[in-house]
């Protein structure tokens, strides 16, 4: 069984990597992958993707107003979400040193901090264009 499961992770983190820089949600890995290999169930990508986010092995982007989206991109980057259909991309920015140093010290009474989310709201081009027409 652990063997299975090992061979089942692989499986979805090489499918993860093939859809590299789309930021899918777990449901979108899914259904890429399934006529492939009819043999796992959507729990078990979803189980595997938030496994792999847990373990370090996924960045997990949360987006308020749907569903959990994953990329095999590990080093830390900030993400934008289209406000109309929840498409996730890279944002490229330049934060200050002396920015993030102040993010990385920053306190609240009654919590323990381990970490903080950024996230640029937006519109895709294929939602910005459909606005215009
Ligand atoms: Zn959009
Ligand atoms: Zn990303």
């Known amino acids: 069984m652990a063997q299975r499961n090992t061979v089942q ?4 983190a090489g499918q993860l990597a093939k859809l590299h820089g789309s930021h899918p949600t777990a449901d979108e890995v899914y259904q890429s992958m399934k006529d492939e290999y009819p043999s ?3 729990a078990t990508v979803y189980r595997n993707l938030n ?12 987006v308020s107003s749907g569903a959990d989206h994953f990329d ?3 080093r830390p980057h900030y993400h934008v979400v289209c406000a109309k ?14 920015v993030t140093e102040s993010l990385d010290k920053a306190t609240a009474p009654g919590f323990t901090i ?3 989310e ?3 709201c937006g519109l895709c081009s294929a939602c910005a264009q459909e606005r215009q027409e």
Do not use: H
């Not at 992770?9 to 979805?12: A, G, L, R, V």
């Open 9 to 12: 992770q692989k499986i979805i």
């Open 40 to 42: 796992i169930s959507r």
């Open 51 to 62: 496994k792999m986010s847990d373990n370090g092995q996924a960045l997990k982007v949360r």
């Open 72 to 74: 095999d991109t590990l």
């Open 85 to 98: 259909c929840d498409r996730v991309d890279d944002v490229e920015v330049d934060l200050p040193s002396n």
């Open 114 to 116: 381990t970490g903080y």
């Open 118 to 120: 950024l996230l640029f």
